[in-house]
């Protein structure tokens, strides 16, 4: 079948948490995505040095940030990007969307917190 279709993902490939480059740059991205492979993904956003982080995941990164688990919406400015959650399970930072400033209307990438 894969000579026919090519190499065909496993159901636990599927459910395996990802950071999707979009349009014009910016990223989705799933909290759960280890912090390691976060950051051999997205070269360009770096994290907390390796041993000095207290977490494993982007979503700890973005807990540790703020201080507390963050509302559906709320947002910060790091290294270039802004950092929006956009979806929440529960209090687990589900989903993320990382647009760079650079491409965000001067207004918006003003208006939030850095």
Request: charged share 25%; no cysteine; aromatic share 8%.
């Amino acid at each position: 079948m894969e000579a026919i279709v090519g190499k065909l993902s496993s159901p636990s490939d599927r459910l395996k948490p990802k950071a999707v480059r979009r349009d014009h740059g910016s990223w989705l991205v799933d909290g759960m995505l280890e912090a390691a492979e976060f950051e051999r993904v997205v070269v360009d956003f770096p994290l907390h040095a390796a041993r000095e982080r207290d977490y494993q995941t982007f979503a700890g990164f973005i807990v540790k940030h703020l201080g507390h688990v963050p509302a559906e919406g709320e947002s910060f400015h790091h290294h270039g990007y802004l950092v929006e959650v956009i979806d929440l399970d529960g209090h687990r930072v589900d989903k993320v969307l990382l647009p760079p400033l650079k491409n965000l209307p001067p207004v918006a990438a003003r208006s939030e917190n850095s």
